[in-house]
């Protein structure tokens, strides 16, 4: 039997614009045309005003903007609780303005060099370290950037992470897609003990200094701290690769930095294109205007909702190469704003597959949720419906109408961002004109400076995450790291107070 025929469907735009990036094709990203092209927009229509409890008023937001308005003041002078020890945490706040175009063909140079001699790439970390480039490739590449050909991935090897958790099978299904190839690795951690990250880099390794001896060294690269740290040791002593991780830049704020750059650049994403968004939300964002910057009412409706009662933030969207975006919006929010009891759980969700599943829950369940869409306007390919010989499923009306795949993905966000907003879950909308890595540069710097602002409001440190610590000692004691004999003596103290329940 033949293969299935795609004849009659154009080519894929995705693969089409990944060959372009080889050819060194760029977008005019820096013309006027351009930028107003891919303006975000942040819709309120179905935010406020939404009925039921826990109601969202003008005048709730109104009320707020003199707070939004000192908070933004005193984040950009650098002013309020800020820091981390003795290190403010606000270098990302004027980073784009400050990279140079030498800088990111650096950066070019060096992974394009290494890219040449390995067929697949390994980005090791966690948190941080990881959602960002994650996310940022999920957006830009094919659903299956690794299972195309060379060519068709423009050049680039294929992308693999490890180090994001502690499962072995993962692991080990990992590896059976490393096998065989020539491979290149960039561990990410500022510290070079990161647990997780730790063990993936020590087994992965070691398999390569066993398959090709002193060379592998060559192979690896790290991400790390400028100075001082484990892995800063290791790569000075072995010769490694290394690229920076900044003090004053915490790891969900980092995408910007050596993070997130490193790999986007081995993917061949645009990096000078990604900059520039980030450049131009960060012009746009600068002044106390509050209905002309969307930083400042960002962070000024999620705290009317908090004040109105709703714990839980739905991120979704109709689009599955941004949902890996949801997913580090899922860190950025909860990590920043989780102190004290305050703040929102950030729930991702992919429309309308999910509107099978927790839907319901959405419409009619507690209304201490609220919901972002990220709509996606114009999707790479358009997906024609096509015309069968019987209607049994009812869908000839929209053949008649000449209506797309494209035209009903767009209510899959319309339609429940209406229904959701009489069932009383008030909804903010931020469209995204299209997949490229301008807009992802935009979102990324409106989300971090909006999540800043609303950790002033909220009253304490967004930069700081204390409570991540707290699983980390209580793992340590328990797999019997050097340092955490009194923290496990503690535990079987409280052991001893717990009645255990097995059923």
């Known amino acids: 039997m033949d293969g299935l025929n795609l004849e009659g469907l154009p080519p894929n735009q995705t693969v089409a614009e990944q060959r372009k990036r ?119 590449t094919h659903g299956w950037f690794n299972r195309l050909p060379r060519e068709d991935r423009g050049g680039a090897p294929e992308i693999y992470f490890l180090g994001q958790n502690m499962d072995p099978d993962f692991f080990r299904d990992t590896l059976d897609m490393l096998a065989g190839k020539r491979i290149g690795i960039n561990v990410i951690s500022k510290s070079g003990t990161t647990t997780e990250t730790a063990i993936a880099f020590r087994i992965i390794r070691s398999l390569m200094e066993k398959t090709w001896g002193r060379k592998a060294d060559s192979l690896i690269l790290v991400t790390t701290d400028q100075e001082r740290g484990a892995l800063r040791g290791l790569a000075d002593e072995r010769g490694y690769q290394a690229f920076v991780i900044p003090d004053n830049i915490g790891g969900r704020f980092s995408v910007l930095t050596d993070v997130g750059l490193v790999g986007l650049a081995m993917a061949r994403i645009d990096i000078e294109e990604f900059v520039a968004g980030f450049r131009h939300m960060h012009a746009v964002t600068r002044h106390d ?49 989780g102190h004290q009891g305050h703040g929102m759980w950030v729930s991702p969700a992919m429309y309308s597959e999910k509107l099978h599943a927790n839907g319901q829950m959405v419409q009619e369940g507690p209304r201490n949720i609220m919901e972002t869409f990220l709509l996606l306007q114009n999707h790479d390919n358009q997906i024609k419906i096509p015309p069968v010989d019987t209607n049994q499923d009812g869908l000839d009306f929209l053949v008649k109408r000449d209506l797309d795949m494209n035209f009903v ?75 955490f004999d009194q923290k496990r003596r503690d535990m079987e103290a409280d052991w001893a107070r717990i009645d255990p329940i097995r059923v």
């Not at 990279?99 to 063909?105: G, N, P, T």
């Not at 004040?307 to 950025?332: D, F, H, P």
Request: with cysteine; aromatic share 10%.
């Open 289 to 337: 205007d509050f209905w002309e910057n969307p930083s400042l009412v960002h962070a000024a409706l999620r705290h009317a909702a908090w004040e109105a009662g709703k714990r839980v933030e739905v991120v979704a969207t109709n689009s599955a190469s941004l949902y890996g975006v949801c997913r580090w919006m899922e860190q950025l929010f909860p990590e920043s704003e």
């Open 409 to 483: 993905n767009q209510k899959v966000i319309h339609g429940p961002a209406y229904a959701h907003y009489r069932g009383g879950v008030p909804n903010m909308t931020i469209e995204i004109q299209r997949r490229n890595a301008f807009n992802l540069g935009q979102l990324y710097y409106m989300l971090e400076k909006s999540v800043a602002v609303s950790g002033f409001l909220l009253g304490h440190n967004p930069f700081v995450q204390p409570g991540v610590e707290a699983y980390k000692h209580a793992m340590f004691a328990l797999i019997g790291k050097p340092g």
């Open 22 to 140: 080889e050819k060194g094709g760029q977008h005019p990203f820096e013309t006027p045309e351009f930028v107003s092209d891919n303006r975000l927009v942040l819709d309120l229509t179905y935010m406020l005003e939404a009925p039921g409890p826990g109601i969202i008023r003008r005048e709730d937001v109104d009320a707020l903007i003199p707070q939004v308005i000192k908070a933004h003041q005193m984040l950009t002078k650098g002013q309020g609780d800020i820091y981390d020890g003795e290190v403010a945490m606000t270098g990302w706040l004027d980073l784009p303005g400050r990279i140079r175009k030498a800088y990111l063909q650096d950066i070019r140079s060096r992974t394009g060099e290494l890219s040449e001699q390995i067929d697949a790439f390994v980005s090791i970390g966690i948190g941080g370290s990881y959602l960002g480039i994650e996310a940022t490739l999920g957006a830009l």
